[in-house]
Nanobody, 123 residues
Framework: QVQLVESGGGLVQAGGSLRLSCAGSGRTFSSYVLGWFRQAPGKEREFVAAMRWSGGSTSYADSVQGRFTISRDNAKNTVYLQMNSLKPEDTAVYYC????????????????WGQGTQVTVSS
């Protein structure tokens, strides 16, 4: 049983930074893609960033490219989302997700999800 637990959300002023963490357990993630999605009130869940657990390729939504960085720590079985230059429009619940083998921009195609962590950016 895969478990993903996010942490690190909070309230920050525009222009500030936050780092989200997602600790995974329940299986070896070497063949998985780990990703971050977000969902603002009244909006659909949207792709933010993803990376292969084995390393190499990363992908980002255009809206966060150059501001957010996804990374991982193999020893801690943890994936991170470093968020810099935050904007009020980044306010959302951020979710960690895992998918076998390949990435997808479509949230419905990801099988495993964390409980989410709230990020609020004030103007």
């Amino acid at each position: 049983q895969v478990q993903l637990v996010e942490s690190g959300g909070g309230l920050v002023q525009a222009g500030g930074s936050l780092r989200l963490s997602c600790a995974g357990s329940g299986r070896t993630f070497s063949s998985y893609v780990l990703g971050w999605f977000r969902q603002a009130p009244g909006k659909e869940r949207e792709f933010v960033a993803a990376m292969r657990w084995s390393g190499g390729s990363t992908s980002y939504a255009d809206s966060v490219q150059g501001r957010f960085t996804i990374s991982r720590d193999n020893a801690k079985n943890t994936v991170y989302l470093q968020m810099n230059s935050l904007k009020p429009e980044d306010t959302a619940v951020y979710y960690c997700a895992a998918r076998y083998f390949s990435s997808s921009f479509n949230a419905s195609e990801w099988r495993y999800w964390g409980q989410g962590t709230q990020v609020t950016v004030s103007s």
